[in-house]
């Protein structure tokens, strides 16, 4: 009974920053990992970004040294700090939790569009 709602989405233009941000229902200290995932039209859902409940993080190789991710387990929240956007950034982005027990939660999504 968990709910993720993702917001900070919106119109960029190349080179610009967007600051996505992933809000819970409940805590998420108990969660083993939680990430980003993004889809794009016409491409499979792939994983952006990912942080363990320790604070390891993991990137995409087409994300390494523009995007960074956080986990803030005292409001509940996950965010994704996007820099030096691209174009083939443009997707609906996933806020994705995961517990010890593999049991998965998806946000509903928020899109990020970039152009100019």
């Known amino acids: 009974q968990v709910q993720l709602v993702e917001s900070g989405g919106g119109l960029v233009q190349p080179g610009g920053s967007l600051r996505l941000s992933c809000a819970a229902s409940?805590?998420?200290?108990?969660?083993?990992?939680m990430g980003w995932y993004r889809q794009a039209p016409g491409k499979e859902r792939e994983s952006v970004a990912d942080i363990s409940i320790g604070g390891r993080t993991k990137y995409a190789d087409s994300v390494k040294g523009r995007f960074t991710i956080s986990r803030d387990n005292a409001k509940n929240t996950v965010d994704l700090q996007m820099t030096s956007l691209r174009p083939e950034d443009t997707a609906i982005y996933y806020c994705?939790?995961?517990?010890?027990?593999?049991?998965?939660?998806w946000g509903q999504g928020t899109q990020v569009t970039v152009s100019s």
């Open positions: 409940r805590s998420i200290s108990n969660f083993a990992a």
């Open positions: 994705y939790a995961k517990s010890l027990f593999s049991n998965e939660y």
